[in-house]
Each structure stands twice: as structure tokens, then as C-alpha cells.
């Protein structure tokens, strides 16, 4: 079968949902498609949920699949994100957990108030390819992308302190780029500067 065409209820074949999106920058902005990874190389393809659940006659089975849920303003069927829930709706769900304040994965939602600071190389080693990605950044942020989303973010501002927090409990991601002195690699690249941040006597360093 052809990944990129799709046979059509006129019968008829039609180019698959979502396929044209020429990037994932764009395939992203649409919520009914996602930049799928598993394919060598990587195209848009249209999410799970709405995929398999296209039409008003699916409400039932979309609201029956753990993964998916109906949204009745757009009718139709979308992957289900605890954050986008009512209280109501939340309470109800046995994955989400209603903290208080909102609604949130139940993996995370009973979880105090969290720091997580992640290093990330920043030395010119990751310019090269890693495996079919042709740059070592965008590998990584292929990799913590999708566990970002699952994540309940408390949206603070980066400014916020370290120590306090919402009482309800959340996450806040730190990202902190390292290398050695004078080998920070350029990001942007079109800067021609490093991010990375010397320390003293070239210890270690750290950026972000």
C-alpha cells in the first residue's frame, strides 16, 4: 500500500490527510496531524484518533478508546489530552486527575512541585547526523518533544523562583546547554556565536 494515498469512500483515490504538509513546522500546526518518526524518512500523517474515528457515527467507540475523546465544538474525534478537560469531564476520567486548578495526566498529576533541569551537549559533535537525522538538536528535540506533552507544566514564567510553586504541584522544565571553552557549537547557527557559558579555570560550562 501506498503511505501516501488513501482510498476514498467515492472510490476513488485521494492523497492521504495530512501527506502535503511539506515539514513537521507545518504539520504541526495542524492538530489533526503529527510528524510521524517511525517512517525512514519522516512525513505527516494524520493522528490516531481522527484517523480512526473520521465520522459523527464513531462518537461512541471514540469516547470508548482509552486514547481518544470527542470534542463535540469541532465534532470530531481527537487524541485525549487531560489538560483541555472540564473539571467535570476530568473527575470522570480515570486517566486525568483534577488537581484543584486543572486537569492533568494522572502519571504526574499527584506529583509535588517539580524542577527537572536536562543537559544537553552543546559541542559541535552534535552538528553531525545521528542515525537518518541530519543534526544532533533536532534528534534530541524529536525525543523529548512527545514527553514534553505529557508532562502537567505549571506555565510559570522562566523568571519564577526555584523555591515555592503552585500548592497544586507541576512541572517546570529547565534545558541547559554545555560544552567545553571555545567549543560551544553556534545556535542559532545563523548567530555564529556560541550559547555556551564559560566558567572559571574552564571547569565546565553551562548555557541555555
Given at each position: 500500500?501506498?503511505?501516501?494515498?488513501v482510498?476514498?469512500?467515492?472510490?476513488?483515490?485521494?492523497?492521504?490527510p495530512?501527506?502535503?504538509?511539506?515539514?513537521?513546522?507545518?504539520?504541526?500546526?495542524?492538530?489533526?496531524?503529527?510528524?510521524?518518526?517511525?517512517?525512514?524518512?519522516?512525513?505527516?500523517?494524520?493522528?490516531?484518533?481522527?484517523?480512526?474515528?473520521?465520522?459523527?457515527?464513531h462518537?461512541?467507540?471514540?469516547?470508548?478508546?482509552?486514547?481518544?475523546?470527542?470534542?463535540?465544538?469541532?465534532?470530531?474525534?481527537?487524541?485525549?489530552?487531560?489538560?483541555?478537560?472540564?473539571?467535570?469531564?476530568?473527575?470522570?476520567?480515570p486517566?486525568?486527575?483534577?488537581?484543584?486548578?486543572?486537569?492533568?495526566?494522572?502519571?504526574?498529576?499527584?506529583?509535588?512541585?517539580?524542577?527537572?533541569?536536562?543537559l544537553?551537549?552543546?559541542?559541535?559533535?552534535?552538528?553531525?547526523?545521528?542515525?537518518?537525522?541530519?543534526?544532533?538538536?533536532?534528534?534530541?528535540?524529536?525525543?523529548l518533544?512527545?514527553?514534553?506533552?505529557?508532562?502537567?507544566?505549571t506555565?510559570?514564567?522562566?523568571?519564577?523562583?526555584?523555591?515555592?510553586?503552585?500548592?497544586?504541584?507541576g512541572?517546570?522544565?529547565?534545558f541547559?546547554q554545555?560544552?567545553?571553552?571555545?567549543?560551544?557549537?553556534?545556535?542559532?547557527?545563523?548567530?555564529?556565536?556560541?550559547?555556551?557559558?564559560?566558567?572559571s579555570?574552564?571547569?565546565?560550562?553551562?548555557?541555555?
Amino acid at each position: 500500500a501506498d503511505i501516501y494515498c488513501v482510498w476514498s469512500q467515492q472510490l476513488t483515490c485521494e492523497p492521504a490527510p495530512c501527506v502535503n504538509y511539506p515539514d513537521e513546522k507545518c504539520c504541526d500546526h495542524d492538530d489533526s496531524c503529527h510528524w510521524d518518526v517511525t517512517q525512514s524518512p519522516a512525513l505527516c500523517k494524520q493522528k490516531y484518533c481522527p484517523s480512526t474515528y473520521p465520522t459523527t457515527q464513531h462518537v461512541d467507540p471514540c469516547n470508548a478508546d482509552g486514547q481518544c475523546m470527542w470534542n463535540s465544538t469541532t465534532n470530531e474525534c481527537v487524541d485525549k489530552v487531560c489538560n483541555k478537560m472540564t473539571e467535570c469531564a476530568c473527575k470522570e476520567d480515570p486517566d486525568c486527575f483534577w488537581n484543584g486548578v486543572k486537569c492533568a495526566d494522572k502519571k504526574y498529576g499527584e506529583c509535588p512541585v517539580m524542577d527537572i533541569i536536562l543537559l544537553l551537549d552543546g559541542s559541535g559533535s552534535m552538528s553531525g547526523k545521528f542515525g537518518r537525522h541530519p543534526h544532533g538538536f533536532f534528534a534530541l528535540i524529536e525525543i523529548l518533544r512527545d514527553w514534553v506533552k505529557t508532562l502537567p507544566l505549571t506555565g510559570e514564567p522562566a523568571a519564577a523562583p526555584i523555591l515555592g510553586g503552585p500548592a497544586t504541584g507541576g512541572v517546570r522544565l529547565g534545558f541547559v546547554q554545555f560544552s567545553g571553552k571555545n567549543r560551544g557549537y553556534p545556535w542559532p547557527w545563523s548567530s555564529g556565536k556560541s550559547n555556551a557559558i564559560e566558567t572559571s579555570g574552564n571547569t565546565g560550562t553551562g548555557g541555555h
